[in-house]
């Protein structure tokens, strides 16, 4: 096991926190005053490096995908929703997104510090199951576009409201994008974690020792089948925005409920 | 030296009057150039917009500059047109142009155009060779003031008006306008400038409907959009996206039944409703469906209002910037 890597990958991780947490505190601090910080998207880049090293490091040291204790799902879950907003925000012009984001990814993050959350001294793995590996990797990917389109979803709740109160004044009223667009945005990034949430099940079924992570597996079902029906819902018939918004905050919040139930 | 400015703009003189004075556009450096050969003059800028004709020059003596001034200003235009004229002289030339380059004199207050038909007009009397030391310093620093307020101020941000205010809402909730269904019912004049601010910003249908049917189609056909009789205006809500209504009705026109009775067809996609009745002709409950945002004049009004006291609060701040430059 790398030893520098393992003292490394704490300093790295809490790197990645601080400057998370700095594009939030001065993302809300700018938008207060009615203009957007052009530090967040450098900041969250920063974290997105560091979270790299970490997660980097943690697979060396695991000779296998860092997927394999709470602390690391956290860290690629930050991962996750940090490369889908730089990927997002950059092509729908929503620098915007990073404000929001960045205080989950600071959460996140600060959670996967909490002692005994990650272990100090991982256990090289001895064999590799690519179904489990590609089922963690596409899961927290999905957790990641999951993730935005709650966040784009909190966004369009608090324009929606300022929008009905008629309350224009407020610089986060200017910065937020228009309605129409953000409501959109929810329903794309739905749709990918979908895809990516599929996939990740598909292979938890397929990978060794399923039957014994019954649980977890059906739980995760019923949150798949929560979005699905979001999803077919309002394809088939339409749904108020907000509703849509509000669905997609409360399924990713419950969805996170699958985390404990990880061995 | 003396600065001197004369000229007229769109508080002093009716488009007749400043038609009269305007100049040419590629002429501006000869009229400059021209302005050398009156006595007591050393330097000159002519600028004329279609809100404004100002001429600016360093003479020797400022009574005797003004003077001749005038007197070359009144060849060919009668007592009457003269009148419109305004003079400033030493610092009242240099904060009149501060505030000029930085939108704060303009019709549309901080409007950027006025910047760049400053630039365009220093720029013939230099190439023409009207101007010199203290012209050159004057409209360079002019130029700075202009960056530096609107770098470091919101001048420009925010609508001060009823229409522009219902336009920058559909804004904040469909983003580009383009494709948007806009339907007017009733044809008042406010709702016709409110669709066409609205067409001007990329709706591309419009609906108009009106107790007279012969002046829905004379809005519509003003407007490039379609008329439909007043009995059968709730079919059309399906396709809205926003509704402008301005009727005399004495009781609402609108009720929420009739948006509830679409939701679905609409697939709950936003619609937004501006009443600028009196009384209102959109029942208030509209207000209350998830996806429908109702502004009555009262909130348009409270919105230009805010927007007018933050520009109010601008022009403070512009002022106090231009104070220190001079």
């Known amino acids: 096991m790398c030893m520098r890597c393992g003292a490394m990958d704490r300093w790295m991780l809490f790197l990645a926190l601080v400057l998370a947490a700095v594009a939030a505190v001065q993302g809300a601090g700018y938008l207060r005053l009615g203009t957007?910080?052009?530090?967040?998207?450098?900041?969250?880049?920063?974290?997105?490096?560091?979270?790299?090293?970490?997660?980097?490091?943690?697979?060396d040291m695991r000779g296998a995908c860092p997927l394999l204790d709470t602390g690391e799902i956290l860290v690629f879950s930050a991962w996750a929703l940090t490369i889908f907003y730089m990927g997002v925000?950059?092509?729908?012009?929503?620098?915007?997104?990073?404000?929001?984001?960045?205080?989950?990814?600071?959460?996140?993050l600060a959670l996967a510090l909490v002692p005994g959350l990650m272990d100090t001294e991982p256990v090289r793995a001895t064999s590799v199951d690519p179904w489990r590996e590609m089922h963690a990797a596409l899961s927290v990917m999905a957790y990641g576009a999951l993730g935005l389109a709650a966040v784009a979803g909190v966004m369009f709740i608090v324009l929606n409201r300022k929008l009905k109160d008629a309350d224009t004044s407020t610089g986060l009223f200017k910065n937020l994008p228009p309605a129409r667009e953000l409501s959109g945005i929810v329903v794309r990034l739905l749709l990918i974690g979908y895809a990516l949430l599929t996939g990740g099940l598909v292979c938890g079924v397929l990978m060794e020792g399923a039957m014994s992570a019954a649980n977890h597996l059906i739980a995760a079902l019923i949150i798949w089948a929560a979005y699905g029906i979001l999803l077919l819902v309002d394809w088939r018939r339409g749904m108020p925005p907000g509703k849509l918004s509000l669905a997609a905050l409360v399924l990713f919040v419950l969805s996170l409920l699958v985390f404990p139930m990880i061995s | 030296m003396e600065l001197i400015c004369l000229g007229l703009n769109h508080e002093t003189a009716p488009v007749e009057v400043r038609e009269h004075f305007a100049v040419p556009a590629d002429k501006l450096g000869d009229r400059a150039k021209e302005l050398l050969e009156l006595s007591?003059?050393?330097?000159?800028?002519?600028?004329?917009?279609?809100?404004?004709?100002?001429?600016?020059v360093a003479a020797e003596n400022r009574q005797a500059g003004e003077e001749v001034l005038r007197s070359y200003l009144a060849t060919g235009r009668d007592v009457q047109e003269m009148k419109h004229l305004y003079a400033k002289t030493g610092d009242e030339v240099k904060r009149h142009l501060f505030r000029l380059?930085?939108?704060?004199?303009?019709?549309?207050?901080?409007?950027?155009?006025?910047?760049?038909?400053?630039?365009?007009a220093y720029k013939q009397a230099l190439e023409s060779g009207a101007t010199s030391g203290v012209l050159n310093r004057?409209?360079?620093?002019?130029?700075?003031?202009?960056?530096?307020?609107?770098?470091?101020?919101?001048?420009?941000v925010g609508t001060t008006s009823v229409g522009s205010a219902a336009v920058d809402l559909a804004e904040?909730?469909?983003?580009?306008?383009?494709?948007?269904?806009?339907?007017?019912?009733?044809?008042?004049?406010?709702?016709?400038?409110?669709?066409?601010?609205?067409?001007?910003?990329?709706?591309?249908?419009?609906?108009?409907?009106?107790?007279?049917?012969?002046?829905?189609?004379?809005?519509?056909?003003?407007?490039?959009?379609?008329?439909?009789?007043?009995?059968?205006?709730?079919?059309?809500?399906?396709?809205?996206?926003?509704i402008v209504s301005s009727t005399g009705a004495s009781e609402p026109v609108l009720l929420a039944v009739h948006v509830e009775?679409?939701?679905?067809?609409?697939?709950?996609?936003?619609?937004?409703?501006?009443?600028?009745?009196?009384?209102?002709?959109?029942?208030?409950?509209?207000?209350d469906i998830e996806e429908a945002y109702l502004y009555d004049l009262d909130k348009l009004q409270k919105l230009a209002n805010e927007a007018r006291v933050s520009r109010a609060e601008q022009v403070r701040i512009c002022e106090e910037m231009i104070d220190l430059e001079i």
């Open chain 2, 101 to 120: 380059v930085s939108g704060l004199d303009s019709m549309v207050l901080g409007e950027t155009e006025i910047f760049g038909q400053v630039k365009q």
């Open chain 2, 261 to 287: 009775a679409v939701r679905r067809k609409r697939r709950y996609r936003p619609l937004f409703l501006i009443d600028i009745a009196m009384p209102r002709d959109i029942e208030k409950t509209v207000g």
């Open chain 2, 138 to 156: 004057l409209f360079q620093k002019s130029f700075s003031v202009g960056k530096k307020i609107r770098t470091n101020t919101r001048i420009q």
């Open chain 1, 89 to 108: 925000g950059s092509m729908f012009r929503l620098s915007l997104l990073g404000v929001f984001t960045s205080p989950l990814v600071a959460f996140l």
């Open chain 2, 172 to 242: 904040k909730i469909f983003g580009k306008l383009k494709g948007s269904h806009v339907m007017i019912i009733g044809a008042g004049e406010m709702s016709r400038q409110v669709a066409q601010s609205m067409m001007s910003r990329g709706a591309s249908h419009l609906t108009v409907t009106n107790r007279s049917f012969e002046r829905a189609q004379d809005l519509a056909s003003e407007l490039g959009g379609n008329a439909v009789p007043f009995d059968a205006w709730e079919e059309s809500l399906v396709q809205a996206d926003i």
């Open chain 2, 40 to 56: 007591s003059v050393s330097e000159g800028v002519v600028l004329s917009t279609c809100n404004r004709m100002e001429i600016y």
């Open chain 1, 36 to 59: 957007r910080s052009k530090w967040t998207l450098p900041l969250m880049i920063g974290s997105f490096i560091a979270q790299m090293f970490v997660l980097g490091a943690r697979g």
